[in-house]
């Protein structure tokens, strides 16, 4: 059904076997270097979080500033955050809204948002979320029972595995017709290229990339941004 092929580039004029570098840690590095424009208050929040358990859940800084960009460049001025965790994301695209904008932020744990919670004031973004403290498919659910449908411009789902697929099409429905739904780590750490790993979480995001590479619903990128991002517009 999809036919994948690589360009046959001449030698000598490309001299590249595969399209995207691997970064080592000098040239990530410079990349940051060279482009990051991190405000301090995320700064301090991404130091905060690093001294986590679950550290890892959080976005990198360049992931932040590229879905900022994202929802500026859409226009977007309400969305979703499917897993906001100590809230770095939910700041990076509040602080890429308009004045009016607004994020409905999902996640059921108390203690990481509390700390969310903080920083949103810090930022000067707490008028800007709402926080849903509750399963996210509950809260989605009841979004789209209030005839809340298509009334969004963007959603970014940041969860458990196992919930992808029904984080996804409640999402679709909730955003607008060239909306777009963000998904993250759907490289897993590139589990998902190790056939001998057939743990649950890598198999639900198999699945997920399978089911997306199929949706004719959609217009669809995987980015290798970080742990793998994948934008989907709703056509
Ligand atoms: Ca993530």
Known sequence: QFCV??????????PV??????????????????????????????????KLEWSVMQISPEQGQFM?????MIGARRTIEVGTFTGYSSISVALGLPADGHVVACDVSEEW????RRYWAEAGVADKITLHLAPAVETLDSLIAAGEAGAYDF????????????YYERCLVLV??????????VLWEGKVADPADTSESTEAIRAFNAMLHADERVS???????DGLTLARKR
């Open 5 to 14: 092929s690589r360009p046959t580039h001449q030698a000598e004029q490309y």
């Open 17 to 50: 076997s595969k399209g995207t570098l691997t970064l080592d840690d000098r040239l990530y590095d410079y990349m940051l270097s060279a482009s990051l424009r991190e405000p301090d208050v995320l700064r301090r929040l991404r130091e905060e979080t690093s």
């Open 68 to 72: 900022r960009l994202l929802v500026e």
């Open 113 to 116: 948002t509390a700390m969310a």
């Open 155 to 166: 959603a970014f789902i940041d969860a458990n595995a196992e919930g992808y697929m029904d």
């Open 176 to 185: 607008r017709d060239g909306g777009v739904l963000a998904v993250d780590n």
């Open 220 to 226: 669809i990128s995987m980015l290798p941004l970080a």
